[in-house]
C-alpha cells in the first residue's frame, strides 16, 4: 500500500532524471519498457507535459509521508475510513440511484427514510409509514426487527475489534 501512495510521484520524472523506482510494473510503462528490453519512450510523447515540478513535489512530500504513515494505514486496513456523511450518502444513493433519472418527490423521500434510518436504524421505517398512515404488516415489521438485530450485532462486532 504505500508502494501505492508514493507511486505519484513518477510525475516529477523526467527524460533526463527517471523517478520509477516505487512504480508498479504491472502500470508503468518505463518499468514495462525495461523489462522487456526495449527503450521506454520519451515522458513527453508519452504524457504530454503533465509533469510535477520541484518545488511542487517538495510541497507535496510531507503529505505523502503522512498518507503512508503505518499509523493511518492501520487504521484504514479495518474499514474505517469513512467519514458520517459519506455513510449517509451511501444510505441515501442506495434507495435512489444516480444512474437513472428520479424526480425531486422521489429524492425527498429517499433522503428522509436514509436520514431515519441512519440515526435511528430501521425500525424508523414503520415509524414512517405510520405518520403516513401506512399500516406495517407482519412480515414489515419481522424485516425491520431482523435487520435492527444485524445491525446492532455488526456495530457490537465492530466495538470489539477495536
Known amino acids: 500500500m504505500k508502494a501505492a501512495i508514493w507511486a505519484d510521484l513518477h510525475l516529477m520524472s523526467t527524460d533526463e532524471r527517471p523517478i ?9 510503462w ?31 512530500i510531507p503529505v505523502y509521508h503522512r498518507m503512508s504513515s ?37 429524492v425527498k423521500a429517499a433522503v428522509g427514510m436514509a436520514v431515519a434510518t441512519f440515526n435511528e436504524g430501521p ?10 398512515w401506512l399500516d406495517s404488516t407482519l412480515v414489515t415489521l419481522n424485516g425491520i426487527k431482523a435487520e435492527d438485530e444485524r445491525r446492532i450485532a455488526k456495530a457490537d462486532a465492530a466495538a470489539t475489534d477495536s
Do not use: Y
Not at 83 to 102: G, Q
Open 70 to 106: 503505518d499509523n493511518l494505514l492501520k487504521r484504514m486496513q479495518h474499514g474505517r475510513t469513512q467519514n458520517v456523511n459519506e455513510c449517509l450518502n451511501s444510505v441515501i444513493w442506495s434507495r435512489c440511484p444516480k444512474t437513472v433519472f428520479i424526480g425531486k418527490g422521489r
Open 20 to 28: 520509477h523506482t516505487r512504480c508498479l510494473p504491472s502500470w508503468c
Open 123 to 132: 425500525s424508523a421505517i414503520s415509524a414512517v409509514m405510520d405518520r403516513v
Open 30 to 60: 518505463f518499468l514495462q519498457a525495461e523489462q522487456n528490453n526495449e527503450d521506454p519512450p520519451r515522458n513527453k510523447d508519452h504524457r504530454g507535459n503533465t509533469f510535477l515540478n520541484r518545488a511542487v513535489t517538495e510541497k507535496l
